[in-house]
């Protein structure tokens, strides 16, 4: 078993950054890898990032390339995602979710956060 924490999250003006992290009751580096992932009201989850350990490969939704970088901490293990430029669409349960093995960057995912809310003002 996993345990994932989620922090960082609060409410902020359009335009503005946060950085949520990911607190991970497991070495990282024995995870295949960990994901960032949001929840609107109404909305269907929907992936952001993520980050794998084997190459320090990441992948990004096309909505979030270039505003939302995702970053991992070995020493920490922690993975966090830095969000710049934020618009009121983003406002969401954001939610970081780890897998064990080797698959799909977007779904699969075998332990998750309790998630933390973002809110973005206009």
């Known amino acids: 078993q996993v345990q994932l924490v989620e922090s960082g999250g609060g409410l902020v003006q359009a335009g503005g950054s946060l950085r949520l992290s990911c607190a991970t009751s497991?070495?990282?580096?024995?995870?295949?890898?960990i994901g960032w992932f949001r929840q609107a009201p109404g909305k269907e989850r929907q992936f952001l990032a993520a980050?794998?350990?084997?190459?320090?490969?990441?992948q990004y939704a096309d909505s979030v390339k270039g505003r939302f970088t995702i970053s991992g901490d070995n020493a920490k293990n922690t993975v966090d995602l830095q969000m710049n430029s934020l618009k009121p669409e983003d406002t969401a349960v954001y939610y970081c979710?780890?897998?064990?093995?080797?698959?799909?960057?977007?779904?699969?995912?075998?332990?998750w956060g309790q998630g933390t809310q973002v809110t973005v003002s206009s």
């Open positions: 979710a780890a897998r064990r093995v080797q698959g799909s960057w977007y779904s699969g995912y075998d332990y």
């Open positions: 497991r070495r990282t580096s024995s995870l295949y890898a």
């Open positions: 980050i794998r350990w084997s190459g320090s490969s990441t």
